[in-house]
T-cell receptor, first 113, second 114 residues
Framework: DGGITQSPKYLFRKEGQNVTLSCEQN?????MYWYRQDPGQGLRLIYY???????QKGDIAEGYSVSREKKESFPLTVTSAQKNPTAFYLC????????????FGQGTRLTVV | GNSVTQMEGPVTLSEEAFLTINCTYT??????LFWYVQYPGEGLQLLLK?????DKGSNKGFEATYRKETTSFHLEKGSVQVSDSAVYFC?????????????FGKGTHLIIQP
């Protein structure tokens, strides 16, 4: 089945550590996105990528980094520079250049301990 | 720029009540419009969509009609169930797609009481 997979579902991080969240899709989509969701809040765009080896900052990129070495993969690293990383992280993908829907993964809940 | 405004929640209803969640948008041209649903601890799932004016999207008893004259895409359901409790997001994609993806509203938390 085609879809988008995020792992792990739950992640715990000690303060000062970097962690990487995985996002893989087999939908053959060019565009991929990372969002952050805080309790009771909407979605905030962290980074997005329209094509392999290219990505752009979203609204809240500080303290995060990404890579796009393969079309299928768009990992997000939460660095120690992110002051309040505890949140629910969502990855999505879509067809580039078309007004179509985005497909979402199941999310990763990151908690700083 | 593009924007989506939806009613603030939480919205609390009794089972079998009629549901309306308002959504209005600002965009140039004719965007595509979407409703997504998010159950607790999960990602967003597409509920329904409409790609041109006067289109009606429908799924699982939910409906929404693309109204260009009022720039609206209100979500309705005739008889809600406890299992409909979730967060609902209205979203748009501009013509040709947006480089940074969909524009989302802030979400409306729906609570259905038995």
């Amino acid at each position: 089945d085609g879809g988008i997979t995020q792992s792990p579902k739950y992640l715990f991080r000690k303060e000062g550590q970097n962690v990487t969240l995985s996002c893989e899709q087999n939908l053959n989509h060019d565009a991929m996105y990372w969002y952050r969701q805080d309790p009771g809040q909407g979605l905030r765009l962290i980074y997005y990528s329209q094509i392999v080896n290219d990505f752009q900052k979203g609204d809240i990129a500080e303290g995060y980094s990404v890579s796009r070495e393969k079309k299928e993969s768009f990992p997000l690293t939460v660095t120690s520079a992110q002051k309040n990383p505890t949140a629910f992280y969502l990855c999505a993908s879509s067809i580039q250049g078309a007004a179509t829907e985005a497909f979402f993964g199941q999310g990763t809940r990151l908690t700083v301990v | 720029g593009n924007s989506v405004t939806q009613m603030e929640g939480p919205v609390t209803l009794s089972e079998e009540a009629f549901l309306t969640i308002n959504c209005t948008y600002t965009a140039t041209g004719y965007p595509s419009l979407f409703w997504y649903v998010q159950y607790p601890g999960e990602g967003l799932q597409l509920l329904l969509k409409a790609t041109k004016a006067d289109d009606k999207g429908s799924n699982k008893g939910f409906e929404a009609t693309y109204r260009k004259e009022t720039t609206s895409f209100h979500l309705e359901k005739g008889s809600v169930q406890v299992s409909d409790s979730a967060v609902y997001f209205c979203a748009l994609s501009p013509p040709g797609g947006g480089a940074d993806g969909l524009t989302f509203g802030k979400g409306t938390h729906l609570i259905i009481q038995p």
